[in-house]
C-alpha cells in the first residue's frame, strides 16, 4: 500500500483544460492612416480590438468602401460579414494560445486541424514524464468503479515507464553524451504511456480557424474532450473579440455540457 500511495503522489489527475492567450496582434495605426492619406480618404473604426480593426480594414480594402461605412461600427462590419461568408478577411486576425491541461489523445485529433493553425507540442523525448499528469474523460470519473480502474492502468503504466527509464539509463551507461543518453531512453520508454498522458501545446490561430475548429469540435457529435476544450476556447474568444465570435450560442446538452451552435457556419 505504500508503494501505491508514493506513487500515486506522483500523479495529478485532471480534468480541464487550461487556455492562456499568450499574444495577440498589434496595429500600425501610422502605417494605415498613411495608406488612407494616399487615397484621399480618412476613416476610423470604433472597436479596441486588433484582431476585430484589421479583419475590418482587409474587407473595406476589397471594396475600397472607407469613405462610405456603414452605422453600426466594427459590429454591424463584421455582423454583415459573417452573413454574407466573406470569411478570408477573417484569416488576418490571429492569435497565440498555450494550453495544457489536455491529452495526447485529444492533441492527435486537434493536429489535424491545418489550414489556419499552427503548433508546437512538449517534447517527450527530451522531457522527463516520471512526476506526470493525466486526463481522466469525465464520463470514468463520474463512475468511481471506473475511476479505480482507470487509475490504476494509469499507474501501471506510469510505473513501467519510471522502471524503464531507469533500466535504459543503465543499459546505456557507456553513451559519453549524457543529454543523448536521457533521449534515448526516454524515447523509447514513453511507448509504454497512455493517451491520457498530459500534454502542452502552443497553437497560433486565425479568427476563421478557429470558428471552422469549434463548428466542427464544439458539436454535440464531437469527442468529449475536445469538446470541452471547442467551448473554452469559444468562451475565451467571445471575451478576447465579440464582434468575431460573438454570434455563437452555447446549447447545454444532457449530460450537463454544451454545443456550440451559430446561423454563420463555414464562413
Wanted: net charge negative.
Amino acid at each position: 500500500m505504500a508503494t501505491s500511495d508514493a506513487l500515486r503522489s506522483t500523479i495529478r489527475v485532471l480534468h480541464a483544460p487550461t487556455i492562456h492567450i499568450v499574444g495577440r496582434q498589434v496595429c500600425n495605426h501610422e502605417e494605415i492612416d498613411s495608406f488612407l492619406g494616399e487615397h484621399g480618404v480618412s476613416w476610423q473604426s470604433d472597436t479596441t480590438v486588433a484582431g476585430e480593426y484589421l479583419s475590418e480594414v482587409a474587407g473595406r480594402v476589397c471594396y475600397m468602401s472607407f469613405a462610405k461605412p456603414r452605422p453600426g461600427g466594427n459590429q454591424a462590419y463584421l455582423g454583415h460579414i459573417l452573413e454574407v461568408g466573406h470569411g478570408s478577411v477573417l484569416e488576418h486576425a490571429t492569435w497565440n494560445f498555450l494550453i495544457t491541461g489536455v491529452s495526447r489523445s485529444l492533441t492527435h485529433e486537434l493536429i489535424r486541424h491545418r489550414a489556419g493553425f499552427g503548433y508546437s507540442q512538449l517534447s517527450q523525448r527530451y522531457v522527463d514524464e516520471s512526476v506526470a499528469e493525466y486526463v481522466e474523460p469525465a464520463i470514468i470519473a463520474a463512475d468511481p468503479n471506473l475511476h479505480e480502474i482507470w487509475l490504476e492502468t494509469v499507474e501501471s503504466a506510469h510505473r513501467g515507464y519510471c522502471k524503464l527509464v531507469e533500466g535504459l539509463n543503465a543499459k546505456l551507461v557507456d553513451e559519453p553524451d549524457r543529454t543523448l543518453r536521457r533521449k534515448r531512453a526516454r524515447q523509447a520508454a514513453r511507448s509504454v504511456l497512455p493517451n491520457a498522458t498530459e500534454t502542452k501545446v502552443f497553437m497560433t490561430a486565425n479568427a476563421r480557424a478557429i470558428r471552422h475548429f469549434i463548428e466542427m469540435r464544439g458539436s454535440r457529435h464531437a469527442e468529449d474532450e475536445i469538446r470541452q476544450l471547442a467551448i473554452a476556447l469559444l468562451q475565451r474568444m467571445q471575451k478576447e473579440a465579440p464582434n468575431l465570435f460573438g454570434d455563437y450560442e452555447l446549447i447545454p446538452l444532457p449530460d450537463g455540457s454544451f454545443e456550440a451552435t451559430t446561423q454563420f457556419r463555414k464562413v
